[in-house]
Nanobody, 128 residues
Framework: QVSLVESGGGLVQAGGSLRLSCAAS????????MAWFRQAPGKERVYVAG????????FYTDSVSGRFIISRDNPKNSMYLQMTSLKPEDTAVYYCAASTFGICTGAKCPVASWYAYWGQGTQVTVSS
């Protein structure tokens, strides 16, 4: 079983950048599709970006496409979300998640219930 811990959140001005990290322990993330979700105040948890087990394919929701980059470093057992041109509407708790290969085989895996492992979240706040 894999444990995930997010880091890198913080408070930034609109237009700024943050790099979120997701560190895995207790097992390798190699073989797991992974994703970032976020939950804004008063809103449901929603899908942001996904990446296949090898990092060879990625997917982004329209709201972040062109601004965010999801990546992974399997030898370091880590996943990342580089966020640029941040907007106030990006304010949310960001969660990393992992799903065993076979549940969703592509990069676009937007259903939260498909993910077996979750981090506790890291807060991202973007001021205007």
């Amino acid at each position: 079983q894999v444990s995930l811990v997010e880091s890198g959140g913080g408070l930034v001005q609109a237009g700024g950048s943050l790099r979120l990290s997701c560190a895995a322990s207790g097992g390798t993330i190699n073989g797991y599709g992974m994703a970032w979700f976020r939950q804004a105040p008063g809103k449901e948890r929603v899908y942001v970006a996904g990446i296949t087990w090898s990092g060879g394919d990625t997917f982004y929701t329209d709201s972040v496409s062109g601004r965010f980059i999801i990546s992974r470093d399997n030898p370091k057992n880590s996943m990342y979300l580089q966020m640029t041109s941040l907007k106030p509407e990006d304010t949310a708790v960001y969660y990393c998640a992992a799903s065993t290969f076979g549940i969703c085989t592509g990069a676009k895996c937007p259903v939260a219930s498909w993910y077996a492992y979750w981090g506790q979240g890291t807060q991202v706040t973007v001021s205007s």
